[in-house]
């Protein structure tokens, strides 16, 4: 019987101490210099040759931060870029964070209606039983949008918790125009990314869904850039775990994104992806490091660790 | 220079005289037994085995459907459950597509924010120019889910426009929750997928986005079963195509899907996936063809434009 992702979560929280997450989201022309200058064909517009290096790249970086964070979120986007070479390599990472112990989420952002969102749950969070591709695993949790309503997240939610797995759905996302659809608030001031948490909460609480430690295996991700939602999310959802993006290089702060976690820590996980991935473009790490581009990772995870931890003490 | 997607679609419907499209959702346990049976390996729960005969199957149906029909709707999510080779089979079943004549329209409901939304766009819209993919087709047009907002859309009608294509925008779907967030109300009664239109329609009328023949390369998806929402938006927005999903096995009858119709034809691509590619299943098919599995899709395809042309007549 598979364990309980929420569970997991808090375990993994716990044990490497901190509610930061590493996304990655390469783009080849960003790869340091000594990993593009190794690939055979050191061509960005060579398919296999920047699938390798990306490869290459994803990998080393994980086992850099493996033993500092509980999960990784893999973007799917910069993967599906290479077509189906892409999402070859994609699968392959997700083995790659399994060996290494980490939670993977999938950063995928699917959602549909009735039998199509049946199909994209078992394609994306359902170990493909398939000869031929038995050896691949889907990741432990995916990113679901949730526009189509309860009937469209309620598929992800049943095969998550058939599957020890789990799902964080859009609720509020940080960039500038999100207001216009999200804020949008009825005659009684309710507003659209509320009532969608209302019914995100509301499947979350079904049974099998909820863990020992009474968080759900659905979750919602709202970005860290506005304090009052995050505030009023928290304390209203008790049972959610909030996936966080935009600490780091999207301008949310330590202190704006740990109001997601609770006093002990769990119930957030705070995504940095391209100020970690890209640490070594850094001056303030080139100086200090020159080319060891893995250096300049490791450290950039350590420094957000500190400033996460800072501003929690702060918050307590 | 490519033409214009929302010009191509005009043609195409004018061209074959009807606005029904065909969708491919195919599901290899329904697939007609003399495909399953010719497969060598003839096991649904081996990856290469049910990939061939998915792809026979649906390579002979767009081959039927193609003199008929101005375009297909492949949904991803069902190439997607045989992972990367799922998604090879995808791009190869676009080509087989675009080399018939057919307009595509990749139903991937793909949306994120910012940089993401770029690299979605591009993985799914632009022709690839990567050595080793350079054979490939991107689709046509893709479904995008507008949720984020703004410029959540932007960076897929930039792309669509200037690759000649095109994408159709969630906005009202027909399944039985949709109500609980789409027709979510502010205080003067403007529902969100009101909302959200306007936002795709203005997204839509900016430079370069309109044809010659007044329509725009960013449309809508709403569904067939509410007919009072249906005559508000067409009457509303004048430079949109529709795409209609719903029509057949999902409860809108033809008189419902019409009305998305401008009186010359033109304006919706209503869709029918289900009742086409499975007429075989129905017994008023298997009645008269016995086991001729194309005989039924060919005669479900002429009943259904015969239907959609007799309710095109009695709305005139």
């Given at each position: 019987m598979a364990s309980h992702f929420a569970d997991r979560l808090c375990k993994a929280v716990k044990t490497k101490n901190t509610s930061l997450i590493v996304g990655l989201d390469p783009v080849y022309s960003r790869l340091p210099a000594a990993i593009r200058?190794?690939?055979?064909?050191?061509?960005?517009?060579?398919?296999?040759?920047?699938?390798d290096a990306i490869f290459d790249f994803c990998t080393q970086t994980m086992r850099i931060v493996a033993p500092m964070v509980p999960a990784v979120k893999i973007n799917i986007a910069f993967f599906e870029k290479y077509l189906w070479e892409g999402l070859e390599m994609y699968y392959s990472l997700i083995t790659e964070a399994d060996d290494l112990g980490l939670e993977i989420i999938g950063d995928v952002k699917r959602g549909d209606?009735?039998?199509?969102?049946?199909?994209?749950?078992?394609?994306?969070?359902?170990?493909?039983?398939?000869?031929?591709?038995?050896?691949?695993?889907?990741?432990?949790?995916i990113t679901v949008n949730g526009y189509v309503g309860t009937d469209g997240i309620e598929p992800f939610a049943d095969m998550a918790a058939k599957q020890g797995k789990g799902l964080f759905?859009?609720?509020?996302?940080?960039?500038?125009?999100?207001?216009?659809?999200?804020?949008?608030?009825?005659?009684?001031?309710?507003?659209m990314y509320e009532k969608l948490a209302e019914i995100i909460a509301e499947v979350g609480q079904k049974e099998g869904r909820i863990g020992e430690n009474g968080y759900s295996s659905v979750g919602m991700v709202v970005g860290g850039t506005a304090p009052a939602v995050t505030t009023a999310l928290r304390k209203k959802y008790d049972k959610t775990w909030f996936l966080v993006p935009g600490y780091g290089s999207q301008g949310a702060s330590a202190a704006d994104c740990v109001r997601f976690c609770k006093p002990d820590g769990t119930g957030a996980l705070i995504n940095a992806s391209r100020s970690i991935v890209y640490a070594y473009e850094k001056p303030q790490y080139k100086e200090q490091f020159s080319d060891d581009w893995k250096r300049c990772i490791e450290q950039a995870v350590i420094d957000a660790k500190v400033d996460l931890a800072n501003a929690m003490q702060t918050l307590i």
């Open positions: 200058d190794h690939r055979q064909m050191n061509d960005e517009f060579d398919a296999a040759a920047a699938v209606i009735g039998h199509t969102a049946e199909v994209y749950a078992s394609a994306h969070l359902e170990n493909p039983e398939l000869a031929g591709l038995e050896d691949t695993l889907a990741p432990d949790a759905v859009l609720v509020r996302t940080s960039n500038p125009s999100a207001a216009a659809i999200q804020d949008f608030a009825d005659g009684d001031g309710q507003r």
